[in-house]
Nanobody, 121 residues
Framework: HVQLVESGGGSVQAGGSLTLSCVASGSTVDTYCLGWFRQASGQTREGAASFERDGSASCADSVKGRFTISKDNAKNTVYLQMNGLKPDDTAIYYC?????????????????WGQGTQVTV
């Protein structure tokens, strides 16, 4: 079992930046890929960025060039640096953990979810 706790959300003006953090815990957390999803009001949840099984990072086309995913293995923490924020980026952002993540960043590949953190642009 994996527990995920996000932080760092808030309100920011268009063009601004925010960094989200997610601390993962659990006995097998090292065997999971960590990623970020977002869900705008009335919309389906979509993948934003994720690490894949081979350790490489992927970003959705909608955020590529603006968002960067990174991690600190010693702290079991994954980050999402968001620059050039737009009103369309307004959503609840969720951290997730999955065993079979790939470049599609599909929610079906993730088993564990955090409680979410609100980002408003």
């Amino acid at each position: 079992h994996v527990q995920l706790v996000e932080s760092g959300g808030g309100s920011v003006q268009a063009g601004g930046s925010l960094t989200l953090s997610c601390v993962a815990s659990g006995s097998t957390v090292d065997t999971y890929c960590l990623g970020w999803f977002r869900q705008a009001s009335g919309q389906t949840r979509e993948g934003a960025a994720s690490f894949e099984r081979d350790g490489s990072a992927s970003c959705a086309d909608s955020v590529k060039g603006r968002f960067t995913i990174s991690k600190d293995n010693a702290k079991n923490t994954v980050y999402l640096q968001m620059n050039g924020l737009k009103p369309d980026d307004t959503a609840i952002y969720y951290c997730a953990a999955g065993r079979d993540a790939d470049a599609t960043i599909a929610a079906r590949d993730f088993s564990y979810w955090g409680q979410g953190t609100q980002v408003t642009v």
